[in-house]
Antibody, heavy 119, light 106 residues
Framework: QVQLVESGGGVVQPGRSLRLSCAAS????????MYWVRQAPGKGLEWVAG????????YYADSVKGRFTISRDNSKNTVFLQMNSLGAEDTAFYYC????????????WGQGTLVTVSS | DIQMTQSPSTLSASVGDTVTITCRAS??????LAWYQQKPGKAPKVLIH???SLESGVPSRFSGSGSGTEFTLTISSLQPDDFATYYC????????FGQGTKVEIK
C-alpha cells in the first residue's frame, strides 16, 4: 500500500537550516507530483511547495519563496524540502502528500514531522 | 492568489444531526475543490474531490456540492466518528486551504 514517511524534523535555532525527507513506497513514485503541507500547532493547513513528477516544475507558497527548496530523487523514491533562514513562523508539523494522478488534490499523506524553530 | 473562506469555524451538533459546512472561493475555481477530514494528531484524509465526487471508502453520508465560488459539504446523520475538523482546498490555481471547521459534540 501507499506509504509516505517523513523525517528530518527537530528543534532548530532561528536563522538556521533544516532538510526534510519523505520516503515513498507502494506506488510508482516517478509518475506522481508531490507536495509539502504544514500545520502550525493548533492551526490550519498551509500548502508549502509542490514538484512535478519529473522535477521539471516547482511551486512555492509566497510565505516560503526564496527560503525553501523542494526537490526529489526518483531513483531513491524520496522528496526533500530544504528549509533555510528559518523563523518562529515556520514552526509546524510538515506533511508530504501525493496527488491522485488524474487530479491535483492530495490522495495520500504522510504522518508528519515536527519542526520547532526556537533559540 | 485564490482565498478560501470556510464557515462556520466551529459547529456544535449531536449524533444524528445533519450538518453543512460552506466554503467560498475568492474567484471561480470551477469544480476543483476537495474536502478533507482531520482528527487530532493525524494527517488529513480526503473525503471528496472535484466538489462532489466521493472518495472510495468514504461513507455515503458525506456529500459535496457547488461550483464556481460556492461549495458545501453536508454530513447526514452525524456519527460519533465524524467529530473532527474539516478543510476545503482549491486546486484550480496552485493550492489553498480554507481555515477549517471544527465539528464538536453539542
Amino acid at each position: 500500500q501507499v506509504q509516505l514517511v517523513e523525517s528530518g524534523g527537530g528543534v532548530v535555532q532561528p536563522g538556521r537550516s533544516l532538510r526534510l525527507s519523505c520516503a515513498a513506497s507502494g506506488f510508482g513514485f516517478s509518475s506522481y507530483d508531490m507536495y509539502w503541507v504544514r500545520q502550525a500547532p493548533g492551526k490550519g493547513l498551509e500548502w508549502v511547495a509542490g514538484i512535478w513528477y519529473d522535477g521539471s516544475n516547482k511551486y512555492y507558497a509566497d510565505s516560503v519563496k526564496g527560503r525553501f527548496t523542494i526537490s526529489r530523487d526518483n531513483s531513491k523514491n524520496t522528496v526533500f524540502l530544504q528549509m533555510n533562514s528559518l523563523g518562529a513562523e515556520d514552526t509546524a508539523f510538515y506533511y508530504c502528500a501525493r496527488n491522485s494522478g488524474s487530479e491535483n488534490f492530495y490522495s495520500y499523506w504522510g504522518q508528519g514531522t515536527l519542526v520547532t524553530v526556537s533559540s | 492568489d485564490i482565498q478560501m473562506t470556510q464557515s462556520p469555524s466551529t459547529l456544535s451538533a449531536s449524533v444524528g444531526d445533519t450538518v453543512t459546512i460552506t466554503c467560498r472561493a475568492s474567484q471561480s475555481i470551477s469544480s476543483w475543490l476537495a474536502w478533507y477530514q482531520q482528527k487530532p494528531g493525524k494527517a488529513p484524509k480526503v473525503l471528496i474531490h472535484k466538489a462532489s465526487s466521493l472518495e472510495s471508502g468514504v461513507p455515503s453520508r458525506f456529500s459535496g456540492s457547488g461550483s464556481g465560488t460556492e461549495f458545501t459539504l453536508t454530513i447526514s446523520s452525524l456519527q460519533p466518528d465524524d467529530f473532527a475538523t474539516y478543510y476545503c482546498q482549491q486546486y484550480n490555481s496552485l493550492w489553498t486551504f480554507g481555515q477549517g471547521t471544527k465539528v464538536e459534540i453539542k
